[in-house]
Every structure is written in C-alpha cells, then in structure tokens.
C-alpha cells in the first residue's frame, strides 16, 4: 500500500498515574515462588520489565480514551468538523455493545456525521485503524479522522496473580503460559491522521506492508473466565517462546515487502518504532531486520507490554523526547497475535 495524499498530525499518549514494579509483583507471589524454588528477579530477568504502570482502579478504556483524544486533536489543531471517523483500537473495551468509539464520540465533540466504530486486531488495532483513515483519506472519502485505544491491563495481572496464589496443584509448567500475563501494563494513545492539504505538521504517512501467519494463532489467546471467587476476570495463556520466533520471522518476511512498497532501502531507515513485548523480543527484532538498536525507541522497561498502545505511545513519546528530526525516515514495525504483522513508513 501507498499514499500521496495522507499525513499524521498528531500522535498523543497517557501514562498512568501509578507505578508497580516487577518487584512489588513477585513479593505478591511469594508463596507460589517458594513452593515451587522460583529464584526472586526472574520476572525482570526474563522480559527487562522493570516496572508497568496501572489506572485507578474502576477504570474504564471509554473514561480514558476520551481525554487523550481531545489531547490529540487539540495538538493536532485540526476544526472538529473536518474528522471525518473516529476509531478505538485497543484490546480493552467498556463493553460488548455499544462500540466504546461511542462513548468516545460523545466525550470528543466530533460530528454527527462522523464514522464512529471499534476495531479489534489483538495488539495491532490502532496500526489497522490507522491503515483504515488512511484508506478513506486517500479516496477522498474524509479529510481527516482519529484513532485512539486505551489498554487497562491491571484486571489481567491482578487476576493472574490470584490464580496462580488460589492453585494448591500450581507446578513450574503451569507458570509458564501465565507469565507473560504478569508483563502486562496500561496506557493510552491516539493518532490524528489528515489529508496533505488540511497538515501543518507535514509528517507523511508513505504506505506500507502487512502479512498475516494465522497457523500461529493459538500461541496467545485471551479472554475472559470465571474465577474462584466466581467472577469473571480476564485471563491469557501465552507461549512466549514460541511466540517469540513466530513473530520475528513474520516480521522478517514483511520487512523487504515494506521496503518496496515505501521505496526504501535496507540502509534507509533512520529511525523505528516497535511494538513493545519484552527486551529479547525487541533485541531479537532489531537484529532480524539488521537495524541498529540505537534508532528504536524503547519504552518496555517502565511501562511493560501495553497492548495496542504500545507502539504509538512509545512514537508519542520518541517525538516529546527528540529521539525523532525533521526529514526522518520512520518505520513503525507492529506485531501482534493471530499472528499478525503490519509495518507503516512516514516521512517525518
């Protein structure tokens, strides 16, 4: 895929207000780690997740998602009566139905006429809600439009600590699969996306690739269950492993096509941005790729894996804190479970 005619104008983010550290995690588990001789630091060890953050609790993605887009398009400084859709992205949702983009619509201002929907792709939903905008965009369809998804990750690592605590025939292979659950932080993000001729910021949006490896579709699955106490709670069973070398080689099969498609070439890359799972996954990619880990921007060690915010956030981010120049050529390089991967080329 290519555009001519598409720019991002803002990319906005959240962090959470309170700080738990792999530490305060573990010493929550310190029954399970002595019962079955787990060595203390091992969370931190294996993923470099120093600590995640979390929303009050009572948190709903809606509440949050609806300030940080208003951030957004304020930043963006775009008049409301041009966003044309608006899409919430993450995995986190206030209900079944209505679409969260509802509540979100209402708190943001934007027109009736507006497209208002959720999207839901695991951990790449604001990246094929980008695509989506950008699609429209280029046919002429809307002149600008909005993306935004918030991920409330406490319910989940909440409810994998009280299970693996409330499993008196708990064993080390049990633990495996849930451990990935115990990496989990929030957060939330949103992208602005405009047509060239409505941008001040004049950070284009070339195009990009996507492949999908849904063999792989079992390694991580999620949802929600009823717990020991009888209610329901959130619940991921991961092969990180596994996982681990799925998504690297997805993400290597896509690289030469998005090199094509945006027109560069394997040295043309100044700087990246990647979804953020853990620090042998994010090493692992960059040299996959034979990219310089100098060029990424990571934010895994204090914010941990925050889904489908992840990668925008730590774009939000990259830009607030000069990691990006003017006339950077910027890969966002997305991964998620399914197994899916979808790699976007701007012109910064």
Not at 176 to 181: C, W
Not at 220 to 242: I, K, L, V, Y
Request: proline content about 5%; some cysteine; hydrophobic content about 40%.
């Amino acid at each position: 895929m290519r555009y001519q005619h598409v720019c991002i104008e803002a990319v906005c983010c959240q962090l959470p207000p309170h700080v738990v550290t792999s530490e305060e995690v573990e010493a929550r588990l310190q029954p399970v780690y002595e019962r079955l001789n787990l060595p203390a630091g091992r969370l931190e060890l294996m993923t470099g997740i120093r600590e995640r953050r979390f929303f009050d609790p009572g948190t709903t993605p809606g509440q949050v998602s609806g300030e940080t887009v208003r951030r957004a398009i304020e930043a963006a400084g775009i008049d409301r009566r041009f966003l044309g859709a608006l899409i919430h992205g993450s995995v986190c949702r206030d209900q079944m139905e209505p679409a969260t983009a509802c509540r979100v619509h209402h708190a943001s201002g934007l027109p009736e006429h507006a497209l208002v929907l959720d999207v839901s792709n695991a951990c790449l939903g604001l990246l094929n809600g980008m695509v989506m905008l950008a699609d429209m965009i280029e046919l002429g369809h809307l002149r600008a439009g909005v993306v935004v998804g918030t991920e409330v990750g406490r319910p989940l690592v909440e409810g994998t600590i009280g299970s693996l605590l409330n499993d008196p025939n708990l064993t080390r292979r049990d633990v495996k699969p849930a451990f990935a659950s115990l990496t989990i932080g929030s957060g939330s993000a949103a992208v602005v996306l405009c047509d060239r001729k409505l941008s001040r910021a004049g950070h284009r949006l070339l195009g990009g690739a996507y492949l999908a490896d849904s063999a792989q579709h079992q390694l991580c699955a999620g949802g929600m269950q009823t717990s020991a106490q009888g209610d329901n709670r959130p619940f991921m069973q991961t092969d990180s492993e596994a996982l681990l070398h799925a998504g690297i080689a997805i993400a290597q099969r896509t690289w030469p096509l998005f090199l094509d498609a945006v027109g560069w070439n394997e040295g043309g890359v100044d700087k990246t941005f990647t979804h953020q799972v853990g620090r042998a996954h994010r090493k692992l990619l960059l040299e996959g790729l034979g990219l310089d880990p100098a060029i990424d921007f990571p934010t895994v060690e204090f914010l941990g894996n925050t889904g489908a915010v992840a990668l925008p956030t730590a774009a939000a981010l990259g830009a607030e804190r000069s990691h990006l120049t003017a006339g950077d050529r910027v890969a966002w390089l997305g991964i998620g479970s399914g197994l899916n991967c979808l790699m976007l080329g701007i012109d910064w």
